[in-house]
């Protein structure tokens, strides 16, 4: 009979080790697939232990990147007593779970080749960077939490489990099982250690499977890792530098076959063939004082980039996530179901809707869609609008959209079509321009001229939908167009000259201080707009200053999206940001750069750039049939994609969810939900209301809505409610 977890059935036990068993699983309600690890028992004996485990497990599951395994639930199963995680299930290039520690095994001379090495390091290190950027150390990097997915690409497991078991039994156990291997003569640990150079020993390693071993056996892997503040033989507090400490021995090992330790060999001493530069990067890894080595991920990135430049061609680095987010690290959990009730809700921004809903329901294309008319009112870029924003005309054509020299992220290179001409903003978003219309200025840099930074990709469309309403009532609109955030494909179009492009890797040229403001001349701040030179169509600021938010949510690739005039793929988790920012390298600012964030952030790199371009995502279907499909004032709603039914609101003029958004209708963007029990009762029932969801959870599923039900809004879109409006919600609105 089949072991069950909380809602998990367990099927297959894909790997076991100090900090637990790994199990490959699936929902028992859903049957989606999953990883489930249930943590060692004897870890659960302290009493601190179930108020850490769940702190740490709300941290863990904020985590969102494409090198980092999600976690999605952190729980208790009842009836066993045990802790556990459920993650994403990552199948290897075989389909069966596979780690760097595997592929170490699997090796004859029990090293790795050294471009896949070079690849792999660079992803950990673009997920430590990430990591350390939202406040969260490692503190177990090695092999065995390295995953590699079916595209061959590295997956960093378990981020703070080693805080959350603790750091008290973590010691305990590795100090226990160290007694026990010197009495041992069987031991894992030869007895001549003391007398070898660790760099001349071969790995049998500490973390190789030998037969049934404790936990505490499991955790001397770990402790070859550990960073000397981390083994208490240093009186220096746990940091991102102890994550860089594991890293330089990890990638030692990978490189060379052999763990360093005391006067270790450099590895191309090791290893015939390798680069010396190599031997640099991870001697300051290796750095015993934390000082002295690379301070934190981002810095990891930077040396990584440069290693090898002068025969990589130009493969760079991605930053993700790059500055501290405090808001997006507390999540809000919603224990009631009464609050995600309100998740469907249909409106618009202005609250204007009927006479907003009847202009983009009856848009009509330009007549010309080659070539901008002549009369329009944007056709030169010193003619601006309401806020005297000024803008420059980007003419339809063909490019060459992504690198194939850049990150696997970048690729495939493809030939993109932008059939219909737009407008875009000659520059970022200014403070000034912002307040102006928003009424508020979140930028950490203070200055009318500087770029607006600190917005939400949700207050950066806010923006563009206000100033849409405003240039409508003035009739300065062509048909067709709204003011909105420029879809990846447009933002590297443009970026890259359109039409009169040259082939340049910046925005405006290939020398980077003549273009961009960035790590090196920024002084560490935003500058004023337009302060560097614009590219062919007279943009400034495309590569560096801050990032710019892009309507797409991320896709890891290009495979599979449109070829003519794409707008991503239909959900996701992040949103994509282009451009690079002040404060990192010159990698980020090449026109193929790509980049995402949670779009409910608010980062101090990231700003907004608006263009003038035609409504997006409409189907050719005929006025009329918009009408049959799009909401009607005055009258309820139901959802043609998702049979959701909504309720009109004469005080407020929207709709509202009829009912509580239930687990079968969560699980249509999330399979893997879990309501959990309350009291022994499930509540995961598919018309259960449901619950243990956070704040950015239900604005990401209001976002989905919005994408499945696009063609049949007639311009509106699902968003969650002000306090007020749920109030009048509560209180019957005019009744």
Known sequence: MAQVIGDYELIERIGAGGMGEVWRAQNIHTHVGCAVKLLPSEATADRTFVARFFDEGRLMQTLDHPRIVRVHHVGHDTPSGRHFLVMDFVAGPSGKACSLHDLLEQSPDRRLPEADVRRWATQVAEALSYAHEQGVVHRDIKPANVLVDRDNNARVADFGLAKAVGEEWLQSQIHASVARSMGNTKTIMPKNRVERSMGDEKTGGSDRPSGPRSSGDALLGTYDYMAPEQRGDLD??????????????????????????????????????????????????????????????????????????????????????????????????????????????????????????????????????????????????????????????????????????????????????????????????????????????????????????????????????????????????????????????????????????????????????????????????????????ANALGLHDMSGNVYEWCHDWWQDGYGGLSTTDPTGPLNGSSRICRGGTYFWHASHCRIASRNCCVSSGTYESIGIRVVLGPVLNEKKIVPEEVKMLAPVDGQDWTSPETGMKFVWVPALKLWVGKYEVTNGEYRKKDPAHDSKAYEGNSLNGERQPVVQVNFDDAKTYAAWLTERDMNKLGGLRYRLPSEAEWLSFAQCGDN
């Open 236 to 533: 220096a507090p746990i940091s991102p530098a102890t994550d860089i400490y594991a890293f330089g021995v990890m990638l030692y090992r990978l490189l060379t076959g052999r763990r360093p330790t005391g006067m270790t060999k450099p590895v191309s001493q090791v290893v015939p063939g390798l680069s010396k530069e190599w031997d640099t990067l991870i001697s300051r890894c290796l750095e015993h004082d934390p000082k002295e080595r690379y301070a934190n991920g981002a810095a990891l990135l930077e040396a990584l980039d440069g290693l090898g430049r002068g025969t990589r061609g130009s493969s760079k680095v991605r930053e993700f996530g790059s500055s501290k987010v405090k808001d997006s690290k507390t999540w809000l959990w919603l224990v009631g179901a009464a609050v995600i009730a309100v998740v469907s809700i249909l409106s618009i921004w202005s609250m204007q809707s009927s006479r907003a809903k009847r202009d983009v329901m009856h848009l009509e294309p330009p007549a010309n869609t080659s070539e901008p008319k002549e009369d329009q009112a944007f056709r030169n870029a010193t003619v601006g609008n309401v806020l005297g924003m000024a803008f420059v005309d980007v003419s339809p054509g063909s490019f060459e959209m992504g690198s194939n020299s850049g990150k696997v992220f970048e690729k495939p290179v493809r030939t993109v079509r932008i059939t219909k001409p737009f407008w875009m903003g000659k520059c970022e978003v200014t403070q000034r321009e912002y307040r102006q219309l928003m009424g508020a200025n979140p930028s950490r840099f203070v200055g009318d001229d500087l770029p607006v930074e600190k917005v939400t990709w949700d207050d950066a469309v806010k923006f563009c939908e206000d100033l849409t309403r405003l240039e409508r009532a003035a009739g300065r609109l062509p048909a067709g167009y709204v003011y909105r955030l420029p879809t990846e494909a447009e933002w590297e179009y443009a970026a890259g000259g359109g039409q009169r492009s040259q082939g340049f890797t910046y925005s405006g040229g290939n020398e980077i201080n003549a273009v961009a403001w960035h790590g090196e001349n920024s002084d560490m701040k935003t500058q004023p707009v337009g302060g560097k030179q």
